[in-house]
C-alpha cells in the first residue's frame, strides 16, 4: 500500500484515522492490518486487499448482491458482454464514451464505488492513480488479477459503497458505473460520492434502464441480477445533494442508459 493512500484512508464507520501494523504469527505468518487503537478498529488487509466490511455486516438488499456477484464473479466479464450484444449496445464503445466523460486529468486520484472485475480498468489514463471499492470479494479477486496487465497504479478495497472507508475529499474523480440501481441506500452512496470528492470535482453515475430490466429478467443466468427488483428503475436525480453544479441528466444507448453527472460546487 502506498503511503499516500495510507493518507487518504478512514474507518468507514468512525471516519477515524487508520496506521498499518503488522503482525507475525505462531507459524510464522506475516499478517497486515489498518487499526485505529482509540476507537479499537482492526481491519485486516487479505492478499493486498484492506476488508472493511464482513459479510455479517452487510445490511438490507446489498447481501443478497454481494452472494450473487460473489458466485456469477468469474462469468461476469461474459455475461456483460452477452447481455449487451443482445441489447444491441457495443461494450467497448460504451465504457471508452463512459470513461472520456468522467474528464480524468493527469495526476488525478480517481475512486470507481463499484469497480467489478475492473472491466475498465484498460481505459483509465496511466497518468492517474486509481482506486476501486467493491462489496464483492469475488469481483475483486477478478480485478486484482487484471490490474497486474494495465500500466496504471491500482489500490483495491472491499467494503460499501454507502460507508466510504475515504476521508473528506480525497478524490479529483468519483464514478459509479453499474449496480447502483440495487444499492440498499442509494442516498447514503450518492452523499458518500460527494463526501469523499475534492471540491470542484466530476461526479458521474450510469446503470442501466427499467427497459433493459424488463428484457433481461428473462433471460436465465442475468436475470438473477433483475428478479425481486425492489423497486423502481428511476435516475437518482432527486437524491442528489443540494447545491450540486452542472447536473446533467439523460437517458443513452435508445434508452437502455441512464446518466448522470454533477460537480462538487469548487
Ligand atoms: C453491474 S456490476 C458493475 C461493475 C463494474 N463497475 C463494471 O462496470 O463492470 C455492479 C457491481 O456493484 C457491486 N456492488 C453492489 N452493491 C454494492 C455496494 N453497496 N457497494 C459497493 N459495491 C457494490 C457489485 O459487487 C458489482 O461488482
Known amino acids: 500500500m502506498r503511503v499516500e493512500t495510507l493518507e487518504i484512508l478512514c474507518s468507514p464507520l468512525e471516519r477515524a484515522p487508520l496506521q498499518l501494523e503488522t503482525e507475525t504469527s505462531a507459524e510464522g505468518e506475516i499478517r497486515r492490518f489498518l487499526v485505529n487503537h482509540e476507537h479499537g ?8 486487499i484492506p476488508i472493511f466490511v464482513e459479510p455479517h455486516q452487510i445490511t438490507g438488499i446489498n447481501g443478497r448482491f454481494r452472494k450473487i456477484y460473489d458466485s456469477w ?70 480485478c486484482r488479477n487484471k490490474m497486474r496487465k494495465v500500466g496504471v497504479p491500482v489500490e483495491l478495497f472491499l467494503g460499501q459503497a454507502e ?25 447514503k452512496a450518492i452523499r458518500e460520492m460527494v463526501r469523499v470528492a475534492k471540491n470542484g470535482s466530476k461526479i458521474v453515475i450510469m446503470d442501466e434502464t427499467e427497459q433493459v430490466a ?25 437524491l442528489v445533494p443540494e447545491g ?3 447536473m446533467e441528466s439523460c437517458e443513452l444507448y435508445d434508452g437502455q442508459a441512464w446518466y448522470l453527472s454533477f460537480r462538487k460546487p469548487a
Open 73 to 142: 464473479a468469474p462469468f461476469y466479464d461474459l455475461l456483460s458482454r452477452v447481455g449487451l450484444y443482445i441489447l444491441g449496445v457495443s461494450e467497448r464503445k460504451l465504457r471508452k464514451e463512459f470513461i472520456a466523460s468522467l474528464e480524468i486529468k493527469e495526476g488525478d486520484r480517481v475512486l470507481a464505488t463499484s469497480v467489478g472485475t475492473g472491466a475498465d480498468l484498460h481505459l483509465i489514463p496511466q497518468t492517474c492513480k486509481f482506486y476501486g471499492l467493491d462489496l464483492s470479494d469475488g469481483m475483486l479477486r477478478i
Open 214 to 238: 424488463r428484457t433481461l429478467e428473462n433471460i436465465p443466468g442475468i436475470n438473477a441480477w433483475f428478479r425481486h427488483q425492489h423497486r423502481p428503475i428511476v435516475p437518482p436525480t432527486a
Open 244 to 246: 450540486m453544479e452542472q
Open 163 to 187: 460507508h466510504l472507508p475515504f476521508k473528506d475529499g480525497a478524490f479529483d474523480v468519483v464514478y459509479q458505473m453499474g449496480g447502483i440501481n440495487f444499492f440498499s441506500d442509494q442516498e
Open 41 to 48: 478498529l482492526k481491519f485486516p488487509i487479505r492478499d493486498g
